[in-house]
T-cell receptor
Framework: GEDVEQSLFLSVREGDSSVINCTYT??????LYWYKQEPGAGLQLLTY?????DMKQDQRLTVLLNKKDKHLSLRIADTQTGDSAIYFC?????????????FGTGTLLAVQP | KAGVTQTPRYLIKTRGQQVTLSCSPI?????VSWYQQTPGQGLQFLFE???????NKGNFPGRFSGRQFSNSRSEMNVSTLELGDSALYLC????????????FGPGTRLTVL
């Protein structure tokens, strides 16, 4: 089946680290993504990880993938007020005639000054 | 390099009307996908086009259709609008359908009264 789940809300203080979690169900996923959506805007691609990797670091962002548990996380170091947004994880389901992103429900990150 | 552009940004229609939304992908990108975002259903895949051909389609009624032109620009059409079609419609482009990065436009906000 295709299902991606995230917690709905996370509140952190400025300067702390944020960890946003995601679980997915489709074992045929090839890539897993994190997108950021600010109010009234589209989706901004933050980072992605190939399904045979465990970790990827990109400046303040660290993605961890536990393929056995189908668990993905995004860690934002030194969280800033500008990081306040909704964060979506997505899995890419690709094969044959299928190529689409399955998105999670989104996690609202609120950064308190 | 210009990003993905979508026009119009906002639309208000009444039930029973039809609407056409436009998407211009990033220059050099030949694959365009469409997604619908609503508070209740989240982000759902509509369809994907590559080289003027629809490669795959999500689980939406036949009132939702699309096409792609030779310059890779894409349009989607919704006929006989219903209140439930009110949503943010997002377009994403990638170099081709095998490529792992998809970049999203700002979306078209459709309100059906």
């Amino acid at each position: 089946g295709e299902d991606v789940e995230q917690s709905l809300f996370l509140s952190v203080r400025e300067g702390d680290s944020s960890v946003i979690n995601c679980t997915y169900t489709d074992s045929s996923s090839t890539y897993l993504y994190w997108y950021k959506q600010e109010p009234g805007a589209g989706l901004q691609l933050l980072t992605y990880i190939f399904s045979n990797m465990d970790m990827k670091q990109d400046q303040r962002l660290t993605v961890l993938l536990n393929k056995k548990d189908k668990h993905l996380s995004l860690r934002i170091a030194d969280t800033q007020t500008g990081d306040s947004a909704i964060y979506f994880c997505a899995e890419r389901v690709y094969g044959g005639a299928t190529n689409k992103l399955i998105f999670g429900t989104g996690t609202l990150l609120a950064v308190q000054p | 390099k210009a990003g993905v552009t979508q026009t119009p940004r906002y639309l208000i229609k009444t039930r029973g009307q039809q609407v056409t939304l436009s998407c211009s992908p990033i220059s050099g990108h030949r694959s365009v996908s469409w997604y619908q975002q609503t508070p209740g259903q989240g982000l759902q895949f509509l369809f994907e086009y590559f080289s003027e051909t629809q490669r795959n389609k999500g689980n939406f009624p036949g009132r939702f259709s699309g096409r792609q032109f030779s310059n890779s620009r894409s349009e989607m059409n919704v006929s006989t609008l219903e209140l439930g079609d009110s949503a943010l419609y997002l377009c994403a482009s990638s170099i081709d359908y095998t490529y792992n990065e998809q970049f999203f436009g700002p979306g078209t906000r459709l309100t059906v009264l």
